[in-house]
């Protein structure tokens, strides 16, 4: 049974949708372990990606500030990166000695064999080499958050805040077929913006949104207001943004420069949005299907994954959900989970599919596709990682 949470009105996502835990211990405090599965520790996984072979499931084990390895076939998890439960910055010397702080986003970089990932307590964007193990630091400087363009290192993420720099939460994304080479795009949530990376010249671009300023405003893309901009997809040379305050998907193209809403609806005041920590819940909040993409409600969207039919999975986090929008129609569906109606942000121990039980899952944050019908996600708040067998 769900603890300290009302009875869950039941999503039906499909008889043979099912959600298993498969590393950590499901509801468990926040802690450190590495090993098999089941006696491997987290605490508060977040960013997610998949080896080319998928073979290997990468994680950013923020609060622990390390980059983890699960091993799919054998459950064996790892410590890739970073120092187990001490926050700092260093890239790796001779002897390793590498520090985090609050990794919470990976993404391949073209080729495989290395990874980026934001070190949001840093504000800085580095990279893991899988090969060697190195970590370095390739765009913006450690604890120097700010809004500025430029080249590698002379970039900055992040906004400062009154103890210190705030960790952004945005997504990162790869557009290996660009034809003027590969860029990576950024949600920089914390400064309200969309950045370009091109991984050539290493030239940061502000792209569309407005350096710290909250809002809900469609139009040119730099003229364009975003809340919390979150999660990021691409399909072809448009770019998909889950807005975890405004409640909505927005989608940047990023030929015509044009920002539009094309799911959920923004709350009026900015300040109000789906946390318990906003002096209001907007009316906006809510987990409606529709197949008008427009009339679907959201709390707190986060995490955007392609799947194999020219949609993406979406992270409904405080809802408890894995939705589904399709970019063709704007229909949003859900496809797993069981959305709380009471309570929605209290801690629960979430719960796996069985006889006569829904799986839940609490506040999960990203997800990764495994074609043609598994999902792993990481279930943030309840300390572990889940696999999802989706229903045809």
């Known amino acids: 049974m769900l603890s300290n949470c009302a009875q869950p009105s039941v999503v039906d996502a499909g008889p043979r949708t099912t959600i298993a835990t498969i590393a950590g211990s499901n509801g468990a405090a926040g802690a450190f372990a590495d090993g098999p599965a089941a006696e ?8 997610l990606a998949l080896d080319t072979a998928n073979q290997h499931l990468f994680i950013a084990d923020s609060v622990n500030h390390v980059i983890r390895r699960l091993e799919l076939a054998t459950g064996e998890v790892t410590t890739v990166a970073g120092t187990p439960s001490q926050s700092g910055f260093a890239d790796s010397d001779a002897d390793g000695g590498t520090r985090l702080h609050l990794p ?35 765009y913006g400087v450690a604890r120097s958050p700010g809004t500025d363009d430029g080249r590698g290192l002379n970039a900055r993420f992040g906004r400062s805040g009154l103890f210190g720099a705030l960790p952004w939460g945005g997504g990162l994304v790869i557009d290996a077929q660009n034809d003027a ?4 795009y950024v949600a920089d949530s914390a400064n309200q913006t969309i950045r370009s990376i091109d991984l050539v010249t290493d030239d940061v671009t502000t792209i569309a949104g407005r350096p710290g300023v909250e809002g809900a405003a469609d139009g040119p893309a730099l003229s364009a207001a975003f809340n919390k901009p979150s999660g990021l997809g691409l399909s072809g040379r448009k770019l998909f943004i889950t807005e975890a305050n405004n409640l909505t998907i927005r989608r940047l193209d990023l030929d015509t420069k044009q920002v539009i809403t094309v799911a959920g609806k923004a709350p009026e005041n900015p300040k109000h949005f789906c946390e318990n920590i906003s002096p209001v819940l907007p009316p906006e909040c809510g987990s409606t299907d529709s197949p008008d993409g427009l009339e679907a409600r959201f709390r707190f969207p986060f995490g955007v994954e392609p799947d194999d039919r020219g949609g993406f999975f979406v992270v409904d986090s405080h809802n408890n959900l894995i939705r589904r929008f399709d970019p063709a129609s704007s229909a949003v569906t859900t496809v797993a989970g069981t959305q709380l109606t009471v309570l929605h942000d209290l801690i629960h121990p979430s719960e796996d599919t069985g006889a006569g039980q829904e799986g839940t899952f609490s506040h999960p944050s990203h997800a990764v596709f495994l074609p043609p019908r598994t999902l792993y996600v990481s279930d943030r708040s309840a300390n572990c990682i889940r696999r999802v067998e989706l229903a045809d």
């Open 104 to 138: 919470r986003n990976l993404v391949f970089a073209p080729g495989g064999r290395s990874l980026y990932f934001t070190d949001t307590g840093n504000s800085v964007i580095r990279r893991l080499d899988l090969e060697t193990g190195r970590v370095s630091t390739k």
């Open 40 to 47: 491997a520790r987290f605490d508060l996984p977040e960013g």
């Open 181 to 184: 080479g590969p860029r990576m």
